[in-house]
């Protein structure tokens, strides 16, 4: 069996201003198997909102700071890759919210 693999994009350091390029960084990661009533999309467009640009900064906010070293939470487009228990088809483009 092979392991399944996805590239992310996460925040590697607060920007000071304008984002820059360096502060994030493209990673490697596992992707797991989904659990009894859990689906898995695989992400083809991911919202970048305005508000996300004051969650790079720590420091208190209506919304929660981003943690280093993880992805953005936001509104995905995508595509359904593990859909058993949800009786939906293979390949078909969904819409969700979601952590990454």
């Known amino acids: 069996m092979t392991t399944s693999r996805a590239r992310q994009i996460v925040l590697a350091a607060r920007p000071k201003g304008k984002p820059a390029v360096t502060d994030f960084r493209l990673e490697e990661t ?3 198997t989904p659990a009894a009533g859990q ?3 695989g992400v083809q467009y991911l919202s970048l909102d305005p508000y996300m640009r004051g969650r790079m900064d720590d420091r208190k906010s209506y919304a929660k700071p981003l943690q280093l070293g993880r992805g953005h939470d936001g509104s ?14 293979e390949g078909r483009h969904r819409s969700s919210c979601c952590s990454l």
């Open 30 to 32: 596992t992707i797991p």
């Open 39 to 41: 689906l898995l999309l």
């Open 76 to 89: 995905i487009g995508g595509a359904g890759a593990h859909l058993e228990p949800f009786r939906l088809c």
